[in-house]
């Protein structure tokens, strides 16, 4: 099974609010990742944090993680249309495995 | 190209014929994989290289699938006799390899395979 489940499974905003995707893994892990996926076709890396450290932050991105849960959540502030996509969680154990969720599809309305 | 590069982009393919899908990595990622990715899931991974080996080839679905990698470079990953479920997004990526740490991945724009 996926290690990675993310959620919502989708998510509808407007435009200028703030979104938050949560994500759960199952095993112990060495980093997290976010991803963004834009029309089915390939990734895009956001944001990689370590088991180590507790919150990252780049630009108007947001992720924090609770090793002791086994979760992390993304937050985008200030959403723009253009951030309509798929987010993607991916765990990272040992010799570069990493494992994907199924996905957050976010809808920023305009 | 600076990115990773995938061709075909689209591939339609009767049942039972065999497929080819090519990956050209970012040069001097020693680190390439590859993903499955049907309509509206997951990515699913499917094989990973580390240089021209492959020491986890355990997402591959079935015998029918295999892949190869040369020169530390360009990847194949062949499908032979396809069946109707193999039909997805087939991406790549690459990333430089470091032990025991994890880098980014490089994702190409992935290859659409329709089986009819």
């Known amino acids: 099974s996926q290690q990675g489940e993310e959620d919502p499974q989708a998510l509808s905003i407007q435009e200028g609010e703030n979104a938050t995707m949560n994500c759960s893994y199952k095993?112990?892990?060495?980093?997290l990742q976010w991803y963004r996926q834009n029309s089915g076709r390939g990734l895009v890396h956001l944001i990689l944090i370590r088991s180590n450290e507790r919150e990252k932050h780049s630009g108007r991105l947001r992720v924090t993680l609770d090793t002791s849960k086994k979760s992390s959540s993304l937050l985008i502030t200030a959403s723009r249309a253009a951030d309509t996509a798929s987010y993607f969680c991916?765990?990272?154990?040992?010799?570069?495995?990493?494992?994907f969720g199924i996905g957050t599809k976010l809808q920023v309305i305009p | 190209g600076a990115g990773v590069s995938q061709s075909p982009s689209n591939k339609v393919t009767e049942k039972g014929k065999d497929v080819e899908l090519r990956c050209d990595p970012i040069?001097?990622?020693?680190?390439l994989y590859w993903y499955r990715q049907r309509l509206g899931q997951g990515l699913e991974f499917l094989i990973y290289?580390?240089?021209?080996?492959?020491?986890?080839k355990s997402g591959l679905p079935s015998d029918r699938f295999s892949a190869e990698r040369t020169g530390e470079s360009v990847s194949t990953l062949t499908i032979q006799r396809t069946q109707q479920e193999d039909s997805a997004v087939y991406l790549c990526?690459?990333?430089?390899?470091?032990?025991?740490?994890?880098?980014?991945?490089?994702f190409g724009p992935g290859t659409r395979l329709t089986v009819l």
């Open positions: 040069s001097g990622h020693t680190a």
């Open positions: 991916a765990t990272g154990r040992g010799y570069q495995k990493v494992t």
């Open positions: 990526a690459s990333s430089l390899a470091l032990v025991q740490s994890y880098n980014e991945q490089f």
């Open positions: 290289f580390q240089g021209n080996s492959a020491p986890d």
């Open positions: 095993t112990s892990i060495n980093n």
